[in-house]
Nanobody
Framework: QVHLVESGGGLVQAGGSLTLSCSAS????????AGWFRQAPGKEREFVAE????????RYSDSVKGRFTISRDNTNNTVSLQMDSLKPGDTAVYYC????????????????WGQGTLVTVSS
């Protein structure tokens, strides 16, 4: 079983940048697709980005495409989300997620969530 811990959230002004990191325990991390979701106050959790097990394929929601970049390091069991040109609408709790599938959207019984990290973007 994989255990996830996120870090890197905080307060940033609109137009600024933040990098979120997710550290995974467990020797099988490299066999999992990894990604990020977010949940803004009063809204449902939504998909942000994902990357396949090898790191050569990634996908983004339309709302962050061109501004966010997801990457992973299977040697160090980490997945990161570089967030640039941040907007107030990006304010949310960001959750790291992995799933033993081709996509984190599969929602298999093996899907694991982190505890979340808060990102606040001020105008």
């Amino acid at each position: 079983q994989v255990h996830l811990v996120e870090s890197g959230g905080g307060l940033v002004q609109a137009g600024g940048s933040l990098t979120l990191s997710c550290s995974a325990s467990g020797r099988t991390f490299s066999s999992y697709a990894a990604g990020w979701f977010r949940q803004a106050p009063g809204k449902e959790r939504e998909f942000v980005a994902e990357i396949n097990w090898s790191g050569d394929t990634s996908r983004y929601s339309d709302s962050v495409k061109g501004r966010f970049t997801i990457s992973r390091d299977n040697t160090n069991n980490t997945v990161s989300l570089q967030m640039d040109s941040l907007k107030p609408g990006d304010t949310a709790v960001y959750y790291c997620v992995v799933d033993r599938s081709a996509t984190v959207l599969a929602g298999t019984p093996n899907r694991v969530w982190g505890q979340g990290t808060l990102v606040t973007v001020s105008s």
